[in-house]
């Protein structure tokens, strides 16, 4: 099984999007980049593990803070990725940061057939 990153973040409708993507396949570990209001807001039916963030610092600072709350966590060489929620911002510090971690990346969206590799 893959370990999911997946940002959880700003952008109508994409919360339910995110849920999807964590229920359409079993994950060995689930992993979503948020903020405080998604620490307390969100809420899911599987084992998920918060990774927040301040979205406001700058790139740089996200990109460690991601770093450094993934590292040692990641089971295997590759994550399932998914980016529809959440700005522009975060989704290069994201990226960013598992790259760093010298993790592969799949995309994963939800599409109308279903989860998907994009």
Not at 72 to 80: C, H, L, N, P, S
Not at 90 to 113: F, N, P, Q, W, Y
């Amino acid at each position: 099984m893959t370990d999911l990153v997946a940002c959880l973040s700003t952008g109508k409708g994409t919360w339910t999007h995110v849920k999807e993507v964590i229920s359409g396949c079993e994950w060995e570990n689930i992993f979503l980049i948020t903020n405080e209001f998604g620490k307390e807001k969100f809420k899911s039916g599987k084992k998920i593990e918060l990774i927040i963030v301040d979205s406001n610092k700058p790139l740089l600072e996200l990109v460690e803070d991601i770093k450094k709350q993934l590292k040692d966590k990641i089971v295997g060489t590759e994550v399932a990725l998914n980016l529809v929620s959440g700005t522009g911002k975060e989704h290069m510090a994201i990226l960013s940061a598992v790259l760093k971690l010298g993790l592969g990346v799949r995309l994963v969206a939800l599409t109308k057939d279903g989860l998907k590799e994009i």
